[in-house]
């Protein structure tokens, strides 16, 4: 892993332990209160962003979004580029860079989709009170772009964002990735090879009080099963055996029994389709089946996901799973598959848990309280785990939290959380740029 002399002196700070919190100087409260002054304007830009539908497939309102964003950006001397999708069906990224001359490269991580496609009854936001707004991607993640903008506008304010090294990637397709994954999230793994420390803008579990260390992967599999079709008189015979949807549930039982108390480890059966003809959707979302109850089943398809922690449990799994689908029952088979690309595990590292302990020490300070980390289970995939493995620290979760509802029509976010947030980030990173041993 690439490693910068300016990101080996931060290790060693977090890692030793020698880097101690000091009470808050005049440019940490200049930074503070320039968060205070732009916040009305920040809460305005939300609720611009949120009533413009950016359902992923909206590939016009997705580019929308990213202008309003590119624009702000640009009036803080980013240099700013909304990328062409059309290679991986999508609309493109916005992407912004500065370069500084002190500290670690940072990359700085939002998403301009939502899952609310024009077709939704959630298309702009209400306000529940003065503090809860509910809209599409209010918390999932316009928020947290909109924290992202407020905490540069801070530094730039305070006169220290010149000094850094900072670049933004608000993908256009984190809610349903473009294919092949490789092009859609190349701009993103790219980033993460130029950048020492990755900072995520999701909302994480909704609770400003818990971070993200670590996020399960996601992937798909495939399970394919075939038997002998026969007259259901001569099932468990030997010339017949059990038939493909025996067959197709003794392997889904063994995987519950073999796998389901692994930590942190899920695999869902998301649908199964048996009998004697199948049509599977191309998507794999469903289909028809047809089949009588007299008929020994000749086929059986099961499609479903994996979320592990690490790409070791991953691994593991996937060992465990294949020994299964191939002790077949007696005249069956069983084709197992994985699916390539998905999203892969943000492992727990020892960088990740101790840039945790800088961030809940800069929370601490600025009176904001404890941190700690969430529960992988309660945080599911998202773009930042594509810097798995190039970066030497990774957070997420550093959004707009304090809400609930997350992809439904119910979303709500507390907007008191996009002050408190800006104000840790900006902090966090001015600290990083000018600490010392």
């Keep these: ?11 060693s700070v977090l890692f030793l332990g020698t880097f101690t919190f000091a009470q808050k100087g005049k440019m940490e409260n200049k930074i503070v209160k320039s968060v205070d002054q732009h916040l009305d304007a920040s809460i305005e830009l939300l609720k611009k962003a949120v009533n413009i539908n950016s359902g992923t497939m909206n590939f016009e309102g997705v580019k929308k979004v990213g202008e309003l964003f590119k624009a702000e950006l640009d009036q803080l001397g980013f240099q700013t580029e909304l990328t062409n999708g059309e290679a991986y069906n ?23 989709d939502t899952v609310f496609e024009l077709d939704s009854p959630s298309q702009e936001y209400t306000m ?4 809860m707004m509910k809209g599409p991607g209010v918390a999932d993640m316009k928020g947290g772009d909109v924290i992202i903008i407020l905490a540069m506008k801070a530094l730039k304010e305070a006169g220290v964002l010149d000094d850094m090294s900072i670049e933004i990637i608000m993908t256009g397709d984190e809610e349903k990735s473009g294919e092949p994954i490789e092009l859609s999230k190349k701009d993103l793994i790219e980033g993460a090879k130029r950048a020492d420390i990755a900072l995520g803008f999701e909302n994480g579990d909704n609770n400003p009080k818990t971070i993200v260390v670590s996020r399960r992967g996601s992937s798909e599999w495939q399970l394919k099963v075939t038997g002998v079709p026969a007259h259901s008189s001569q099932i468990f015979t030997e010339d017949i055996g059990v038939g493909a949807i025996y067959e197709a549930s003794r392997i889904l039982n063994e995987f519950y029994l073999q796998l389901s108390k692994e930590k942190d ?22 289909g028809t089946a047809f089949g009588k109850d007299n008929v020994v089943a000749e086929h059986a398809i099961v499609h ?49 848990t101790k840039l945790l302990k800088f ?25 930042i785990s594509f810097t798995s493995g190039y970066v030497d620290m ?28 800006a104000k840790i980030t900006a902090v966090m990173l001015y600290r990083l740029v000018n600490q010392k041993k």
């Design 1 to 11: 892993m690439k490693k910068t002399s300016q990101t080996i002196l931060v290790l």
């Design 90 to 112: 999508r609309a493109g990224h916005l992407i912004a860079k500065r370069e500084g001359k002190k500290g670690p490269k940072f990359l700085l991580i939002g998403h301009l």
């Design 128 to 131: 529940l009170d003065k503090n």
């Design 265 to 286: 480890l899920t695999f869902n059966p998301g649908f199964i389709l048996g009998g004697t003809d199948l049509k599977v959707n191309d998507d794999l979302t469903g």
């Design 304 to 352: 479903g996901d994996l979320r592990a922690t690490s790409l070791e449990q991953l691994e593991r799994a996937h060992k465990i799973m294949r020994e299964i689908a191939s002790n077949n029952y007696p005249n069956t088979t069983a084709e197992l598959i994985f699916v390539e690309g998905g999203y892969p595990p943000l492992g727990l590292t020892d960088g990740n």
């Design 359 to 383: 961030y809940d020490g800069v929370s601490q300070d600025l009176g904001f309280g404890a941190v700690e980390a969430v529960n992988p289970r309660n945080a599911g995939a998202a773009d």
């Design 394 to 421: 990774a957070l997420d979760g550093l959004g707009l939290t304090g809400g609930s509802g997350d992809h439904t029509i119910e979303e709500i976010g507390d907007l008191r959380t996009v002050a408190t947030q």
